[in-house]
């Protein structure tokens, strides 16, 4: 094992479709067929076609059982060496950001030398599984030996009752209460307020709408089915018109609605990360450096002890710690937008010396970040959150901004389902 | 793309029916799996006629031994069974078992120069006309007309055109083909792969064809039998399908490492046939500006440079020019015509194209005998007969060809969606009867992009069954 050299790992480019809102634009796409989209795009551009990388890392949330092995069947289309090898991971919303941080690590150790991160995600295409009864019916049927074993399997199978398919959920498996319920309910004990949180989901819209305008993602987003944007990004949205939207998940009293949460979405991303050796040698530009990463989990089972999405609070001090870096170094900061609500209660804690003292052992609170470097090209509640792409879409974009700035530093914090949380630095 | 009459013709059950509504009988043509092999004419029987006065005759027994065939200087006596076969009004048919069978015939012409000279065609194909097997071959070698100083004998050589194609035109019912190979003198050691091709079975939909054989290219430095194009770098453009994603396949077959090239809205046909031959995806549209340049960098650094282009995109935007829009009109051209012409140009100034480079242009058969309502596209084709005409001197110098093949009738999702009528008229309207393969049409390209085909250069060369339009 290579102890000694660890090596700067840079992030040379990303690409992404533009994200589409459930059962909009990619309504008849499949995992693979946005993926492969994204991963042609990226090998394109720079001209990586026939060649070999050291891996490709990637996954979906909502994936069919047939696509066991997605993304190194992705590979085989993509126009890389079919000598490439391929693995998928899931860790929820997490799993882009995973991925990076896999493909960063083995290039750091020598490893690899070059490698491409990406995650995709559809709710158009989701995996509806048959009824479980049914299931078990039919497994039994594979496995009887004698006739009245055949039989009785059978006469189960054909039961009509059993034909009620099971549709997959954005549900908490442990908790049986949905994510919304749960970010609402955070929201509560943080007492983040309506008003708060539509201003956010305001901003994350115009941010977004104006770094279209301005060409920020002509070379991070490739059209894909007469979509040149994220169409669920309403630049022309007001206050005033999402004020007037009921709460989604707490009729009376709630403060989340659909408009400052991320919607349903399907697209793919995809970055490639190689040392600065092999990036020269193909005249590849660095857009950014991928420094620190660190994940967390936490305990939400109740919500006393801790909110479903709050275990990026937990990753972050962790990492600045490590890097000795306090919250307020960063020039960038990219907070996953799952709901505004999440982003607000995250940086609400790191302001509580309670929280900070309490729960984290810090000797005071981190403090509050300048808002101003909030999500500066907006998040998710704008583009959309095709769950696994999330990752690649916001390495991508902060490595961008640290490029086009020349140098400085950012921080990305995602949220997961299962209470936990990943987070990462990048540097340039 | 099923042609329905092939199958009832070629069917015991429905065979009779075919004949005796005097249908037209296409025959199954035999065909070629997988690349070249040392000896293509193993066991075949070819006949070897000639005069004395000849130059190609000892040069062609050798060359058609080494191929493995077996050179015949006369035909053996008839035999029972064979005639017994005529009796019935056919070839010699499979069903007896051990009749003689005549699988091809070559005839040194080189030595025609006189109207008395014309015997000769007589005396060796008279005999034999109908002891030709189903998918026979004949390959006449005359004189290079233009090259002979008496206008007597250059007019026997070219005369010898009009013979081949009428006698490709009375055996192509039976699935046999003609063609006639042009030698200029002092180039018969570059028979070898001509002979090859157009006595083997890969030559099967080319008939009634043309070809001058000559000194002007430098030979190659080794002339592969095997795997002819391993170890070259080949594009194809407009790979995505049909006869860009055949060549692709066979060139692969053949060694090549195939670099296809198509229109990124057809990525996925793009990266299919990319896929399947182990080649390397090229996305962009050809007749953008920016290419010829991208794609020039793209072979240099990927592979340090490219040894065959096969300019196979091409689109058809059919009007009358009463009715063509503008638009049309120049899109066709920049797209068949003006796209060719740029990437040729920057790949010869920017020295990517290596020695004993080779290059194919799609010309069609609109652009030999124009077309109704395709002024647009006949006119690219036209012109890409004149363009490898003109060029071919100008790469001779580094052992380069260019040449142009153009298809007839090609069963392709083109053909395949065209009306019923004119779609059975133009698979009929052909010595063969039939439509031919993409395959077809693929086999003519890389047999044109192997080395030993250093031959041939500014042909133009039809891949059409022996249409009958513009013949």
């Known amino acids: ?428 | 793309m099923s042609d329905s009459l092939l199958k009832w013709a070629n069917d015991p059950r429905t065979a009779g029916v075919v004949k005796s509504l005097g249908l037209p009988a296409p025959v199954r043509l035999a065909r070629s799996k997988g690349g070249y092999v040392a000896q293509p004419l193993t066991g075949q029987n070819f006949l070897l006629g000639g005069s004395a006065a000849g130059h190609a005759s000892d040069v062609v027994r050798s060359l058609l031994q080494a191929a493995g065939a077996n050179v015949l200087d006369s035909l053996p006596p008839v035999s029972a069974a064979e005639s017994e076969d005529k009796g019935k009004g056919g070839a010699a048919s499979p069903s007896t078992g051990d009749a003689f069978k005549l699988h091809g015939v070559v005839l040194d012409a080189t030595g025609v120069r006189t109207p008395d000279d014309y015997r000769l065609l007589y005396d060796v194909f008279h005999p034999l006309m109908r002891r030709l097997a189903k998918n026979a071959r004949v390959v006449v070698i005359g004189g290079l007309p233009e090259s002979l100083a008496d206008p007597v004998a250059a007019a026997a050589a070219r005369g010898l055109e009009g013979f081949t194609r009428s006698l490709a035109k009375e055996i192509g019912k039976r699935g046999a083909n003609a063609n006639l190979l042009y030698l200029e003198r002092g180039a018969e050691d570059r028979l070898d792969a001509p002979l090859r091709f157009f006595c083997g079975a890969r030559c099967t939909f080319v008939d009634g064809q043309a070809a001058r054989v000559t000194r002007l290219a430098a030979a190659p430095a080794e002339v592969p039998l095997e795997q002819v194009l391993k170890g070259k770098v080949a594009l194809v453009t407009g790979a995505a399908r049909g006869i860009g994603a055949a060549t692709a396949e066979r060139l692969a077959e053949d060694g090549a490492h195939v670099v296809c090239l198509d229109i990124p809205a057809d990525r996925d046909g793009l990266y299919d046939t990319a896929t399947r031959v182990g080649g390397t995806p090229f996305a962009a549209d050809i007749s953008d500006p920016a290419t010829p340049g991208r794609l020039v960098d793209f072979l240099r650094q990927k592979f340090g440079g490219v040894d065959v282009v096969v300019h196979n995109a091409g689109i058809t935007r059919d009007k009358t020019l009463a009715n063509m829009k503008e638009h049309l009109w120049d899109l066709v051209i920049a797209i068949n015509f003006r796209a060719i012409t740029a990437v040729d140009q920057a790949l010869l100034a920017g020295g990517v194209l290596r020695s004993g480079g080779r290059i194919v242009c799609l010309s069609s058969m609109g652009g030999v005998a124009g077309n109704f309502g395709q002024t647009n596209y006949a006119a690219t084709k036209a012109a890409l007969i004149g363009y490898v005409a003109a060029q071919a001197p100008l790469l001779a110098a580094q052992g380069g060809t260019i040449n142009a093949v153009a298809p007839g009738f090609i069963e392709t999702r083109m053909t395949a969606a065209m009306p019923l009528v004119p779609r059975e008229l133009g698979r009929r309207m052909s010595s063969l009867s039939q439509g031919g393969q993409p395959r077809d049409v693929a086999e003519l390209i890389t047999f044109l992009a192997s080395p030993g085909a250093y031959g041939l250069t500014g042909n133009t060369i039809r891949v059409c069954g022996q249409s009958l339009l513009g013949a």
């Open chain 1, 1 to 428: 094992m290579n102890y000694t050299n660890v090596r700067r790992v840079a992030i040379v480019s990303a690409n992404r479709i533009p994200f589409a809102r459930s059962n909009s634009a990619y309504a008849k796409q499949s995992n693979k067929a946005m993926l492969i989209a994204t991963l042609r795009g990226l090998v394109e551009k720079n001209n990586l076609q026939g060649d070999l990388l050291g891996e490709v890392v990637g996954g979906a949330v909502m994936k069919h059982a047939r696509d066991w092995n997605m993304v190194r069947e992705c590979v085989l289309s993509s126009g890389l060496s079919p000598y490439t090898p391929a693995y998928d991971v899931q860790q929820a919303c997490g799993t882009g950001l995973e991925a990076a941080i896999l493909v960063a690590n083995k290039i750091a150790l020598g490893q690899i030398d070059a490698g491409i991160a990406c995650g995709v995600d559809t709710t158009s295409d989701a995996p509806i599984a048959v009824n479980p009864r049914l299931q078990r019916a039919l497994m039994d049927l594979n496995g009887a030996k004698t006739r009245g074993a055949k039989l009785s399997a059978g006469l189960r199978a054909l039961n009509p009752g059993n034909l009620k398919p099971e549709l997959p959920a954005n549900k908490e498996p442990r908790t049986r209460l949905s994510m919304g319920q749960h970010a609402e309910r955070t929201a509560q004990h943080w007492g983040i307020t309506r008003q708060a949180q539509d201003a956010l989901a305001l901003a994350s819209h115009q941010n977004l709408a104006k770094a279209y305008d301005a060409g920020f993602f002509a070379d991070l987003v490739m059209p894909f089915k007469g979509l040149q944007r994220d169409n669920n990004l309403r630049p022309d949205s007001t206050l005033e018109k999402l004020g007037k939207l009921s709460p989604a998940f707490d009729r009376k009293g709630g403060t989340i609605t659909a408009a400052n949460a991320s919607p349903l979405t399907d697209g793919a991303s995809a970055v490639l990360l190689a040392t600065e050796e092999w990036a020269r040698a193909r005249n590849l530009p660095v857009m950014a450096y991928f420094s620190y990463a660190e994940t967390a989990a936490v305990d939400f089972l109740e919500e006393s002890r801790e909110g479903l999405l709050m275990a990026p609070a937990y990753a972050i001090p962790r990492m600045l710690q490590k890097a000795n870096l306090k919250l307020q170094d960063f020039d960038f900061y990219e907070i996953h937008e799952a709901f505004a609500a999440v982003v607000l209660c995250t940086m609400a804690a790191w302001e509580s010396e309670r929280f900070c003292v309490d729960k984290l052992g810090l000797p005071g609170a981190l403090g509050s970040i300048d808002r101003t470097r909030l999500n500066v090209v907006g998040s998710s509640i704008a583009a959309g959150h095709p769950f696994a792409a999330t990752g690649g879409r916001v390495v991508g974009t902060l490595a961008k901004l640290l490029e086009q700035k020349g140098s400085g530093r950012g921080l990305i914090s995602i949220c997961a389902a299962g209470g936990q949380g990943v987070t990462a630095i990048l540097e340039r």
